[in-house]
């Protein structure tokens, strides 16, 4: 039997968007003190609504990767951000929607300033094609918010992609 090793990117992707949302601060104040990773639509939902929070869950979706010309493989990781606090507000949703804005910049900081270290853009060339696309290193993309559920608490959900590439075939 051939000797393999596992490099296991995807989860050194998890755990440095998990490391990143856990060291933000703001003015010296832990701005997520609960960060939890899952795959689970139930279980992010109630990691979401399990503390006071703010609370920071990353759901990851799973990794595409493909062949590219280079002979490297070209991969991208989704997942989504859920972020959730409580917050009491007055009347109207405007408290509500104020801090999970709030808190969904924060998130982007976190993850923008402290990217995770295997990430970055790549691109597809196929002569004469018109399949040829370029790939971010991070793809945000928009955030749902969510007042409703269960007041007065409030959530928003951030789909993200994070490329990168491998080696070969044999390089996860």
């Given amino acids: 039997m051939t000797?393999?090793?596992v490099a296991n990117i995807d989860w050194e992707v998890v755990e440095d968007l998990h490391d990143a949302l856990a060291a933000a601060t703001i003015n010296g104040e832990t701005v997520f003190p609960l960060?939890?990773?899952?795959t689970s639509p139930e279980q992010a939902k109630e990691a979401q609504f399990s503390r006071a929070g703010p609370n920071a869950i990353i759901r990851y979706i799973g990794t595409t990767e493909g062949e590219?010309?280079?002979?490297?493989?070209c991969c991208a990781l989704s997942v989504e951000l859920i972020i959730a606090a409580?917050?009491?507000?007055?009347?109207?949703e405007t408290d509500r929607v104020k801090e999970v804005l709030r808190l969904v910049n924060a998130a982007k900081n976190a993850v923008e300033v402290s990217p995770p270290a295997d990430a970055?853009?790549?691109g597809q060339i196929h002569a004469g094609s018109k399949s040829d696309y370029w790939h971010e290193k991070l793809q945000w993309?928009?955030?749902v918010l969510d007042t409703t559920e269960r007041p007065p608490w409030v959530a928003a959900v951030i789909p993200l992609e994070?490329?990168?590439t491998l080696a070969n075939a044999t390089s996860h």
């Fill in 86 to 92: 409580k917050v009491a507000s007055a009347s109207d």
């Fill in 68 to 73: 590219s010309p280079e002979a490297v493989r």
């Fill in 141 to 143: 993309g928009s955030p």
């Fill in 162 to 164: 994070i490329s990168y």
């Fill in 120 to 122: 970055h853009a790549w």
């Fill in 35 to 38: 960060v939890s990773v899952t």
């Fill in 3 to 5: 000797a393999i090793t």
